[in-house]
T-cell receptor, first 117, second 116 residues
Framework: DAMVIQNPRYQVTQFGKPVTLSCSQT?????MYWYQQKSSQAPKLLFH?????FNNEADTPDNFQSRRPNTSFCFLDIRSPGLGDAAMYLC?????WGIGGRLAEAFFGQGTRLTVV | AQKITQTQPGMFVQEKEAVTLDCTYD???????LFWYKQPSSGEMIFLIY??????QNATEGRYSLNFQKARKSANLVISASQLGDSAMYFC?????????????FGEGTQLTVNP
């Protein structure tokens, strides 16, 4: 059973045209993350939500925004996609914030591969 | 600051043989966790194994084991009896509540290819 679901799996968007990626979870986890992963690189954390509290990473461009209307859903909005934003976008969840050990495990969705043309 | 280093961009192994993927880490926190994830070409990140900094024994999960050497700050993943389906990217990651809350810091990954 899928626990973290990302839609769509593949997204093609035009340069400069706003695009939204979606993520839903059935785990009832408090924390949701968005990672950007470019080809052959490590995932890079863009931001996370702890419940309704939004937390931006210091180097995340303003072009990236996020919404979490409820526990289950989280959206990634790219306001004006550039060619450099083509990447795999991974959504993940974890049970809570500020906990360590095995409980800090992140559960990932299958990712959305974004192409900018 | 935390840092994970994976020095092997690519590794090759024959089917049914064992392989070790290297991971070293750097942190000043006494309490931390180490994770290994597998990422097939389809993209999803699959959790493999976890090791806590205070765990006395090396973690094992089926064919996966973690060679944890705390003094050397290394957490190498050992895959025994490799299978063709093990071909994937492997990421080492760490978390330390004191430094980073629950966020994971990832290494650059190792691409493993299992040859028949």
């Amino acid at each position: 059973d899928a626990m973290v679901i990302q839609n769509p799996r593949y997204q093609v968007t035009q340069f400069g045209k706003p695009v939204t990626l979606s993520c839903s979870q059935t785990l009832n986890h408090n924390v949701m993350y968005w990672y950007q992963q470019k080809s052959s690189q490590a995932p890079k954390l863009l931001f996370h939500y702890y419940d309704k509290d939004f937390n931006n990473e210091a180097d995340t461009p303003d072009n990236f925004q996020s919404r979490r209307p409820n526990t289950s859903f989280c959206f990634l909005d790219i306001r004006s996609p550039g060619l450099g934003d083509a990447a795999m976008y991974l959504c993940a969840t974890s049970r809570d914030w500020g906990i360590g050990g095995r409980l800090a495990e992140a559960f990932f969705g299958q990712g959305t591969r974004l192409t900018v043309v | 600051a935390q840092k994970i280093t994976q020095t092997q961009p690519g590794m090759f192994v024959q089917e049914k043989e064992a392989v070790t993927l290297d991971c070293t880490y750097d942190t000043s926190d006494p309490s931390y966790g180490l994770f290994w994830y597998k990422q097939p070409s389809s993209g999803e990140m699959i959790f493999l194994i976890y090791q806590g900094s205070y765990d006395q024994q090396n973690a094992t999960e089926g064919r996966y084991s973690l060679n944890f050497q705390k003094a050397r700050k290394s957490a190498n993943l050992v895959i025994s009896a490799s299978q063709l389906g093990d071909s994937a990217m492997y990421f080492c990651a760490m978390n330390s509540v004191e430094t980073s809350g629950s966020r994971l810091t990832f290494g650059e990954g190792t691409q493993l290819t299992v040859n028949p």
